[in-house]
């Protein structure tokens, strides 16, 4: 995972080595969680932006400037431009749909990546994403993320097989 390491061209994300983009979705607005750590209390940074889907990661762009929450410290550290997490550490994702109204949302737990932007979740601790959708359509964008993490999943197991293998010989 990591805040703001994001390299762009035209506002699109340029993507990693062997990776595909699998869904794009506009007017995304993402709310991060950042759990209370060594480095600075809990805090939570909103933005409004673009979400793209690859075969590797989850990536957020931001439209305009980051957005603290009200009664919270702005951490400028933490201003959101970009935010990329790896299939890989994603520990969760939940399709949520409200009772009465309410627009349908996604939310995620994950842990950070060392030198990644954020505050190291350590033993037991996740950060959290919850994801609005203008467009709807919520619940396939939800199925083709699962899909796309299960994917990368079975590759990175596929790959580590294959490696202790090549050590065997």
């Given at each position: 995972m990591a805040l703001n390491w994001v390299q762009l061209e035209s506002g699109r994300p340029i993507a990693l080595p062997n990776e595909?983009?699998?869904?794009?979705?506009?007017?995304?607005?993402l709310s991060l969680s950042i759990p209370p750590s060594l480095e600075g209390p809990k805090r939570t940074v909103n933005g409004l932006g673009s979400l793209?889907?690859?075969?590797q990661r989850l990536v957020f762009v931001q439209d305009g400037s980051a957005i603290v929450t009200?009664?919270?410290?702005?951490?400028s550290s933490y201003a959101l431009r970009t935010l990329a997490v790896p299939h890989t550490n994603v520990l969760s994702?939940?399709?949520?749909?409200?009772?009465?109204?309410?627009?349908?949302?996604?939310s995620m737990s994950f842990v950070s990546t060392p030198g990644?932007?954020?505050?190291?979740?350590?033993?037991?601790?996740?950060l959290d994403v919850t994801l609005d959708f203008a467009e709807g359509k919520v619940h396939e964008i939800w199925k083709t993320l699962e899909q796309a993490r299960k994917k990368a999943g079975t590759a990175i197991a596929d790959e580590t097989w294959q490696r202790n293998q090549l050590r065997k010989i």
């Amino acid at each position: 995972m990591a805040l703001n390491w994001v390299q762009l061209e035209s506002g699109r994300p340029i993507a990693l080595p062997n990776e595909t983009f699998v869904h794009q979705s506009e007017k995304v607005k993402l709310s991060l969680s950042i759990p209370p750590s060594l480095e600075g209390p809990k805090r939570t940074v909103n933005g409004l932006g673009s979400l793209f889907i690859t075969n590797q990661r989850l990536v957020f762009v931001q439209d305009g400037s980051a957005i603290v929450t009200p009664g919270e410290p702005a951490v400028s550290s933490y201003a959101l431009r970009t935010l990329a997490v790896p299939h890989t550490n994603v520990l969760s994702t939940a399709f949520n749909q409200p009772m009465f109204f309410g627009a349908n949302s996604i939310s995620m737990s994950f842990v950070s990546t060392p030198g990644g932007g954020l505050p190291s979740t350590g033993r037991n601790a996740h950060l959290d994403v919850t994801l609005d959708f203008a467009e709807g359509k919520v619940h396939e964008i939800w199925k083709t993320l699962e899909q796309a993490r299960k994917k990368a999943g079975t590759a990175i197991a596929d790959e580590t097989w294959q490696r202790n293998q090549l050590r065997k010989i």
